[in-house]
């Protein structure tokens, strides 16, 4: 089956990938994790990328990104993952030595109700699911640790979402997704589908012409 075109509208959600080439643990000691941060702010501020949630791991990142134009998500992962390869290559002298990432950037369309607060969510949970710290704002190195610390940082990097994140944000964030959540958004990942409702979806394959055979991965439960 043939991949589908690569959607790079304004206007719209992404949820946004990349993994290490081989599993190279890229974010090893504090300032690499800054040096992507810096590198983060620095792209935005290029293209005025709004960037709605973010966590950097060891070995991969997830962004939540609102283009305002089109063509704009294009350029902004381009500069950062060449800004990022460059960097990364100079301060380890591995340039010319293969690829840093596994590969071009995966992204997804969200619907922009219900479904990017679970997406936000699917994000900013990362490090707790991978057991990394207890509670998200443990974590420095993503968009929760921005919201929940009282040493804010990086205050030009968020943008707020266009809906409103929960009142009890900190009780929200901290409990667990249900697993069915999450399994339906590693559906949107592996198999390049756009996350949300199915009339979206459909939406979706009619106005940037994607593979009609595409299908909702699911609808997220209710949040009490």
């Known amino acids: 089956m043939s991949?589908?075109?690569?959607?790079?509208?304004?206007?719209?959600?992404?949820?946004?990938?990349?993994?290490?080439?081989?599993?190279?643990?890229i974010f090893d000691e504090d300032k690499d994790y800054k040096l992507f941060e810096q590198l983060l702010l620095e792209t935005k501020e290029l293209n005025g990328m709004r960037i709605l949630a973010y966590?950097?791991?060891?070995?991969?990142?997830?962004?939540?990104?609102y283009p305002k134009n089109d063509g704009?998500?294009?350029?902004?992962?381009?500069?950062?993952?060449n800004a990022h390869t460059r960097k990364v290559h100079a301060k380890t002298g591995t340039n010319g030595n293969?690829?840093?990432?596994?590969?071009?950037?995966?992204?997804?369309?969200?619907d922009s109700e219900n479904y990017l607060l679970s997406v936000i969510k699917y994000v900013e949970r990362n490090p707790v699911r991978a057991k990394l710290v207890i509670s998200c704002e443990d974590w420095e190195?993503?968009?929760?640790?921005?919201?929940?610390?009282?040493?804010r940082k990086n205050v030009e990097l968020i943008d707020l979402p266009p809906i409103n994140l929960p009142i009890d944000y900190k009780q929200w964030i901290n409990a667990p997704e249900k697993q069915d959540e999450v399994?339906?958004?590693?559906?949107?990942?592996?198999?390049?589908?756009?996350?949300?409702?199915?009339g979206w979806v459909e939406k979706?394959?009619?106005?940037?012409?994607?593979?009609?055979?595409?299908?909702?991965p699911g609808r997220p439960k209710k949040r009490i």
């Open 3 to 25: 991949r589908n075109a690569r959607v790079d509208v304004g206007g719209e959600i992404y949820h946004v990938i990349n993994r290490a080439n081989g599993r190279f643990k």
């Open 55 to 65: 966590v950097i791991m060891p070995n991969h990142w997830h962004l939540v990104l």
């Open 72 to 81: 704009d998500l294009g350029v902004f992962m381009q500069r950062l993952t």
């Open 183 to 198: 399994d339906t958004i590693r559906i949107s990942v592996n198999k390049s589908v756009p996350y949300g409702g199915e």
């Open 98 to 110: 293969g690829h840093l990432y596994q590969g071009r950037y995966k992204s997804f369309l969200v």
């Open 141 to 151: 190195w993503g968009s929760a640790y921005f919201r929940l610390a009282r040493k």
């Open 204 to 216: 979706m394959v009619v106005k940037h012409k994607l593979e009609s055979t595409l299908k909702s």
